[in-house]
Nanobody, 125 residues
Framework: QVQLVQTGGGLVQAGGSLRISCAATGLTFSRSAMGWFRQAPGKGREFVATISGNGGTSYYAESVKGRFTISRDNAKNTMYLQMSSLQPEDTAVYYC??????????????????WGQGTQVTVQV
């Protein structure tokens, strides 16, 4: 059974930093592209960042480019999202997602097979 367990997140002041993690079990992590999405109140779930199975390719939403960094440690079966220069508009529930046995990173939500439980990130002015 595949599980994606998220940790981290919380409350931060504008301009601050946070890191969220996603630990995977039950899948061949190094062969699975991963991604981060987020959902703000009253809005749909939107793409944030994605990384290929070997970590060599990553893509970002324009709104977070240069501020967020996606990374993975295949030895620990864990993916990370380092968020810097956070702004109130970054406030959302953040979800990690996995493509089972698919190496290629993608921004398309429907191509992900598994999802984490979600982590609240709140940025205060």
């Amino acid at each position: 059974q595949v599980q994606l367990v998220q940790t981290g997140g919380g409350l931060v002041q504008a301009g601050g930093s946070l890191r969220i993690s996603c630990a995977a079990t039950g899948l061949t992590f190094s062969r699975s592209a991963m991604g981060w999405f987020r959902q703000a109140p009253g809005k749909g779930r939107e793409f944030v960042a994605t990384i290929s199975g070997n970590g060599g390719t990553s893509y970002y939403a324009e709104s977070v480019k240069g501020r967020f960094t996606i990374s993975r440690d295949n030895a620990k079966n864990t993916m990370y999202l380092q968020m810097s220069s956070l702004q109130p508009e970054d406030t959302a529930v953040y979800y990690c997602a996995a493509r089972n046995e698919r190496l290629t990173a993608t921004t398309t939500r429907g191509l992900y097979d598994y999802w984490g439980q979600g982590t609240q990130v709140t940025v205060q002015v």
